[in-house]
Protein backbone atom coordinates (compact mmCIF):
# COMPACT_ATOMS: atom_id res chain seq x y z
CA UNK A 1 0.00 0.00 0.00
CA UNK A 2 1.29 3.13 -0.82
CA UNK A 3 2.94 5.38 2.17
CA UNK A 4 0.40 8.41 2.32
CA UNK A 5 3.40 10.58 3.77
CA UNK A 6 5.50 10.23 1.26
CA UNK A 7 2.61 11.47 -1.57
CA UNK A 8 4.61 13.06 -3.75
CA UNK A 9 3.78 17.05 -4.20
CA UNK A 10 3.31 18.37 -7.95
CA UNK A 11 7.10 17.99 -9.63
CA UNK A 12 8.17 15.21 -7.58
CA UNK A 13 7.98 11.79 -7.94
CA UNK A 14 8.59 8.98 -4.89
CA UNK A 15 9.72 5.69 -4.28
CA UNK A 16 10.74 3.97 -1.29
CA UNK A 17 11.19 3.91 1.27
CA UNK A 18 13.04 -0.29 0.57
CA UNK A 19 15.71 -1.15 2.09
CA UNK A 20 16.27 2.06 3.86
CA UNK A 21 16.88 3.93 0.82
CA UNK A 22 13.81 7.19 0.01
CA UNK A 23 14.64 8.15 -3.73
CA UNK A 24 13.12 11.52 -4.47
CA UNK A 25 13.08 12.57 -8.35
CA UNK A 26 12.55 15.92 -10.07
CA UNK A 27 9.83 15.91 -12.31
CA UNK A 28 9.05 18.74 -14.04
CA UNK A 29 10.26 18.03 -17.99
CA UNK A 30 8.06 21.04 -19.46
CA UNK A 31 10.31 23.31 -17.14
CA UNK A 32 13.58 21.40 -17.27
CA UNK A 33 12.59 20.82 -13.55
CA UNK A 34 13.04 24.51 -12.80
CA UNK A 35 12.94 24.68 -8.95
CA UNK A 36 9.87 26.42 -8.01
CA UNK A 37 9.52 27.65 -4.51
CA UNK A 38 6.57 25.07 -4.09
CA UNK A 39 8.90 21.92 -5.39
CA UNK A 40 11.71 23.12 -3.16
CA UNK A 41 8.74 23.28 -0.41
CA UNK A 42 7.73 19.90 -1.31
CA UNK A 43 11.34 18.14 -0.85
CA UNK A 44 11.63 20.09 2.81
CA UNK A 45 7.98 18.21 3.00
CA UNK A 46 9.56 14.80 2.14
CA UNK A 47 12.59 15.81 4.12
CA UNK A 48 10.94 16.24 7.32
CA UNK A 49 9.13 12.80 7.27
CA UNK A 50 12.22 11.25 6.38
CA UNK A 51 13.74 12.37 9.14
CA UNK A 52 11.65 11.25 11.29
CA UNK A 53 11.00 7.56 9.46
CA UNK A 54 13.51 4.89 11.09
CA UNK A 55 12.87 3.07 7.88
CA UNK A 56 14.84 5.77 5.52
CA UNK A 57 18.43 5.47 6.57
CA UNK A 58 19.70 7.47 3.05
CA UNK A 59 18.14 9.62 0.30
CA UNK A 60 18.78 9.49 -3.30
CA UNK A 61 17.72 12.57 -5.29
CA UNK A 62 17.36 12.60 -8.67
CA UNK A 63 16.32 14.03 -11.95
CA UNK A 64 14.97 13.44 -15.33
CA UNK A 65 17.83 11.67 -18.00
CA UNK A 66 18.65 15.08 -19.74
CA UNK A 67 17.95 17.98 -17.22
CA UNK A 68 18.73 17.52 -13.54
CA UNK A 69 17.66 20.63 -13.04
CA UNK A 70 17.73 24.14 -14.67
CA UNK A 71 17.78 25.90 -11.65
CA UNK A 72 15.46 28.46 -9.91
CA UNK A 73 12.36 28.89 -11.77
CA UNK A 74 12.93 31.98 -13.75
CA UNK A 75 9.31 32.61 -14.36
CA UNK A 76 8.87 32.87 -10.95
CA UNK A 77 11.89 34.95 -10.55
CA UNK A 78 10.66 37.43 -13.11
CA UNK A 79 7.68 38.68 -10.90
CA UNK A 80 9.98 39.24 -8.16
CA UNK A 81 11.44 42.50 -6.80
CA UNK A 82 14.13 42.75 -4.40
CA UNK A 83 11.72 43.52 -1.46
CA UNK A 84 9.88 40.11 -2.50
CA UNK A 85 13.64 38.50 -2.62
CA UNK A 86 14.30 39.97 0.39
CA UNK A 87 11.87 38.37 2.44
CA UNK A 88 11.30 35.16 0.29
CA UNK A 89 10.99 31.60 1.43
CA UNK A 90 14.13 30.12 -0.17
CA UNK A 91 16.49 30.46 1.97
CA UNK A 92 15.01 28.31 4.89
CA UNK A 93 14.20 26.32 2.05
CA UNK A 94 17.63 25.50 1.24
CA UNK A 95 18.60 25.80 5.04
CA UNK A 96 16.09 22.85 5.97
CA UNK A 97 17.62 20.76 3.11
CA UNK A 98 21.29 21.46 4.52
CA UNK A 99 20.44 20.65 8.18
CA UNK A 100 18.67 17.16 6.59
CA UNK A 101 20.85 14.94 9.11
CA UNK A 102 20.75 11.36 7.26
CA UNK A 103 22.59 11.22 4.17
CA UNK A 104 21.71 12.02 0.72
CA UNK A 105 23.25 10.86 -2.70
CA UNK A 106 22.83 12.99 -5.82
CA UNK A 107 22.61 11.03 -8.93
CA UNK A 108 23.17 13.69 -12.17
CA UNK A 109 22.26 13.08 -15.84
CA UNK A 110 22.63 16.12 -17.88
CA UNK A 111 22.27 19.50 -16.65
CA UNK A 112 22.72 20.61 -13.25
CA UNK A 113 22.42 24.17 -13.86
CA UNK A 114 22.51 27.52 -11.10
CA UNK A 115 19.68 26.50 -8.34
CA UNK A 116 20.03 22.92 -9.64
CA UNK A 117 23.35 22.71 -8.83
CA UNK A 118 23.48 24.02 -5.74
CA UNK A 119 20.76 21.76 -4.69
CA UNK A 120 22.69 18.92 -5.92
CA UNK A 121 25.64 19.89 -4.13
CA UNK A 122 23.50 19.81 -0.69
CA UNK A 123 24.08 16.18 -1.31
CA UNK A 124 26.55 14.11 0.43
CA UNK A 125 28.24 12.03 -2.08
CA UNK A 126 27.70 13.18 -6.29
CA UNK A 127 27.36 10.51 -8.85
CA UNK A 128 27.17 11.78 -12.08
CA UNK A 129 26.39 10.05 -15.71
CA UNK A 130 28.27 10.73 -18.83
CA UNK A 131 25.82 13.22 -20.14
CA UNK A 132 26.05 15.62 -16.48
CA UNK A 133 27.25 18.93 -17.13
CA UNK A 134 27.59 21.20 -13.82
CA UNK A 135 27.31 25.15 -13.78
CA UNK A 136 26.40 28.49 -12.59
CA UNK A 137 25.14 30.53 -15.45
CA UNK A 138 23.60 33.43 -13.32
CA UNK A 139 25.88 36.11 -14.71
CA UNK A 140 23.91 35.37 -17.98
CA UNK A 141 20.97 36.60 -16.33
CA UNK A 142 22.50 39.42 -14.26
CA UNK A 143 22.59 38.02 -10.90
CA UNK A 144 24.55 35.51 -9.04
CA UNK A 145 24.33 32.41 -7.38
CA UNK A 146 22.18 32.57 -3.90
CA UNK A 147 21.85 29.01 -2.86
CA UNK A 148 25.49 28.42 -1.96
CA UNK A 149 27.19 28.09 -5.20
CA UNK A 150 29.96 30.82 -4.66
CA UNK A 151 30.52 28.91 -1.22
CA UNK A 152 30.14 25.17 -1.62
CA UNK A 153 31.11 25.27 -5.13
CA UNK A 154 34.67 27.12 -3.87
CA UNK A 155 34.98 24.72 -1.44
CA UNK A 156 34.41 21.54 -3.42
CA UNK A 157 36.41 22.83 -6.24
CA UNK A 158 38.68 25.72 -5.51
CA UNK A 159 38.91 29.23 -6.43
CA UNK A 160 39.67 29.22 -9.78
CA UNK A 161 37.39 26.57 -11.38
CA UNK A 162 34.97 27.89 -9.22
CA UNK A 163 35.71 31.37 -9.85
CA UNK A 164 35.57 30.27 -14.46
CA UNK A 165 32.09 28.92 -13.72
CA UNK A 166 30.78 31.67 -11.68
CA UNK A 167 32.59 34.68 -13.69
CA UNK A 168 31.89 33.33 -17.39
CA UNK A 169 28.69 31.01 -16.65
CA UNK A 170 30.79 28.22 -18.35
CA UNK A 171 29.68 24.64 -17.84
CA UNK A 172 31.69 21.74 -16.59
CA UNK A 173 30.91 18.13 -18.00
CA UNK A 174 31.10 15.29 -16.00
CA UNK A 175 34.94 14.01 -16.38
CA UNK A 176 35.71 17.56 -15.44
CA UNK A 177 33.74 17.33 -12.66
CA UNK A 178 35.24 14.58 -11.23
CA UNK A 179 38.65 15.33 -11.70
CA UNK A 180 37.59 18.85 -9.90
CA UNK A 181 36.42 16.61 -6.79
CA UNK A 182 32.39 17.81 -7.31
CA UNK A 183 31.56 14.70 -7.97
CA UNK A 184 32.59 11.16 -6.45
CA UNK A 185 32.09 8.64 -9.42
CA UNK A 186 31.12 8.93 -13.46
CA UNK A 187 29.33 6.36 -14.98
CA UNK A 188 27.47 5.49 -17.66
CA UNK A 189 23.84 7.54 -18.01
CA UNK A 190 21.81 4.13 -17.72
CA UNK A 191 24.11 3.34 -14.76
CA UNK A 192 23.95 6.59 -12.66
CA UNK A 193 20.22 6.04 -10.54
CA UNK A 194 21.29 2.12 -9.86
CA UNK A 195 24.87 3.24 -8.87
CA UNK A 196 23.25 5.84 -6.05
CA UNK A 197 20.92 3.53 -5.17
CA UNK A 198 24.04 1.10 -4.60
CA UNK A 199 25.66 3.53 -2.57
CA UNK A 200 22.79 4.48 -0.31
CA UNK A 201 21.72 0.76 0.12
CA UNK A 202 25.34 0.45 1.91
CA UNK A 203 25.30 3.49 3.88
CA UNK A 204 21.59 2.47 4.66
CA UNK A 205 23.47 -0.70 5.97
CA UNK A 206 25.18 0.96 8.26
CA UNK A 207 25.06 1.64 11.80
CA UNK A 208 22.90 4.83 11.85
CA UNK A 209 24.44 7.05 14.73
CA UNK A 210 27.99 6.57 13.23
CA UNK A 211 26.39 7.68 9.80
CA UNK A 212 24.96 10.55 10.88
CA UNK A 213 28.02 11.60 12.91
CA UNK A 214 30.06 10.91 10.28
CA UNK A 215 28.00 13.49 8.13
CA UNK A 216 27.98 16.18 10.77
CA UNK A 217 31.80 15.69 11.34
CA UNK A 218 32.84 16.00 7.56
CA UNK A 219 30.74 18.85 7.09
CA UNK A 220 32.50 20.75 10.56
CA UNK A 221 35.36 20.38 8.50
CA UNK A 222 33.71 23.22 6.30
CA UNK A 223 33.03 25.29 9.15
CA UNK A 224 35.73 25.19 11.06
CA UNK A 225 39.40 25.83 11.58
CA UNK A 226 41.40 22.29 11.63
CA UNK A 227 41.42 22.43 16.12
CA UNK A 228 38.16 22.76 16.24
CA UNK A 229 36.76 19.93 13.18
CA UNK A 230 39.30 17.73 15.43
CA UNK A 231 37.62 18.30 18.49
CA UNK A 232 33.96 17.99 16.78
CA UNK A 233 35.52 14.76 15.33
CA UNK A 234 36.69 13.72 18.60
CA UNK A 235 33.51 14.20 20.34
CA UNK A 236 31.35 12.26 18.27
CA UNK A 237 33.85 9.69 18.11
CA UNK A 238 33.36 9.20 22.27
CA UNK A 239 29.70 9.84 21.72
CA UNK A 240 30.06 6.79 19.44
CA UNK A 241 31.66 4.44 21.81
CA UNK A 242 29.01 4.79 24.35
CA UNK A 243 26.13 3.01 21.99
CA UNK A 244 24.92 -0.04 21.47
CA UNK A 245 25.98 -0.55 18.03
CA UNK A 246 29.65 -0.20 18.14
CA UNK A 247 29.57 -2.58 20.59
CA UNK A 248 27.62 -4.82 18.44
CA UNK A 249 30.02 -3.48 15.57
CA UNK A 250 33.08 -5.03 17.95
CA UNK A 251 31.87 -7.92 18.70
CA UNK A 252 30.32 -8.99 15.03
CA UNK A 253 33.48 -8.57 13.82
CA UNK A 254 35.31 -10.98 16.39
CA UNK A 255 32.66 -12.91 15.96
CA UNK A 256 33.33 -13.13 12.41
CA UNK A 257 29.29 -12.50 11.65
CA UNK A 258 27.67 -9.66 10.14
CA UNK A 259 26.49 -7.00 12.93
CA UNK A 260 23.02 -5.90 13.50
CA UNK A 261 22.37 -2.51 14.23
CA UNK A 262 19.37 -0.84 16.67
CA UNK A 263 20.56 2.75 16.18
CA UNK A 264 21.30 2.83 19.62
N1 LIG B 1 13.01 28.29 -15.03
C1 LIG B 1 11.81 28.22 -15.64
N2 LIG B 1 11.61 27.63 -16.85
C2 LIG B 1 12.68 27.09 -17.45
C3 LIG B 1 13.96 27.11 -16.88
C4 LIG B 1 14.11 27.75 -15.60
N3 LIG B 1 15.29 27.80 -14.95
N4 LIG B 1 14.82 26.49 -17.73
C5 LIG B 1 14.10 26.09 -18.79
N5 LIG B 1 12.81 26.46 -18.64
C6 LIG B 1 11.69 26.28 -19.56
C7 LIG B 1 11.82 27.18 -20.78
O1 LIG B 1 11.36 28.46 -20.52
C8 LIG B 1 11.02 26.42 -21.80
O2 LIG B 1 9.66 26.68 -21.56
P1 LIG B 1 8.62 26.76 -22.82
O3 LIG B 1 8.64 25.39 -23.43
O4 LIG B 1 7.32 27.11 -22.16
O5 LIG B 1 9.15 27.81 -23.74
C9 LIG B 1 11.28 24.96 -21.44
O6 LIG B 1 11.75 24.95 -20.09
C10 LIG B 1 12.33 24.35 -22.31
O7 LIG B 1 13.49 25.16 -22.26
P2 LIG B 1 14.59 25.10 -23.39
O8 LIG B 1 13.94 25.16 -24.73
O9 LIG B 1 15.61 26.14 -23.06
O10 LIG B 1 15.15 23.62 -23.15
P3 LIG B 1 16.50 22.95 -23.70
O11 LIG B 1 16.34 21.50 -23.43
O12 LIG B 1 16.82 23.42 -25.07
O13 LIG B 1 17.67 23.56 -22.73
C11 LIG B 1 18.59 24.15 -20.59
C12 LIG B 1 17.77 23.13 -21.38
C13 LIG B 1 20.04 24.16 -21.07
C14 LIG B 1 18.52 23.71 -19.11
C15 LIG B 1 18.00 25.57 -20.76
O14 LIG B 1 16.59 25.50 -20.54
C16 LIG B 1 18.54 26.62 -19.85
O15 LIG B 1 19.64 27.12 -20.06
N6 LIG B 1 17.78 26.98 -18.78
C17 LIG B 1 18.12 28.06 -17.89
C18 LIG B 1 19.35 27.74 -17.05
C19 LIG B 1 19.66 28.88 -16.12
O16 LIG B 1 19.94 29.99 -16.49
N7 LIG B 1 19.67 28.57 -14.80
C20 LIG B 1 19.97 29.52 -13.75
C21 LIG B 1 18.70 30.06 -13.22
S1 LIG B 1 19.01 31.30 -11.94
C22 LIG B 1 19.27 30.36 -10.55
O17 LIG B 1 19.20 29.17 -10.57
C23 LIG B 1 19.56 31.10 -9.30
C24 LIG B 1 19.35 30.21 -8.09
C25 LIG B 1 19.12 31.09 -6.92
C26 LIG B 1 18.46 30.33 -5.79
C27 LIG B 1 18.14 31.32 -4.72
C28 LIG B 1 17.53 30.68 -3.52
C29 LIG B 1 17.53 31.60 -2.34
Redesign the pocket.
Same mark, same amino acid.
Given at each position: MEDLRYAACEGLLVSGPQDGVLEIRLDRP? +??N @??STPLLRGIVGLLDVAEADDAVRCVVLTGGD??FA?? +??? @?E?AAKDMQAVLV?E??HL?AAIARFPKSIVGAVCG?A????C?LVMHADIIVAGESAQFGQ??I??G?I???GGTQRLTRAVGKSLAMKLVLSGEFIDAAEARAAGLVAEVVADEACIARAHELAGKIASRAPLAVRLAKESVLQSFETPLSAGLAIERRNFVVLAGTEDRNEGVRAFLEKRKPVWKGR
Open positions: A +AR @ALKVAG +ADL @AMERPFYLGGGEPENLIPGA
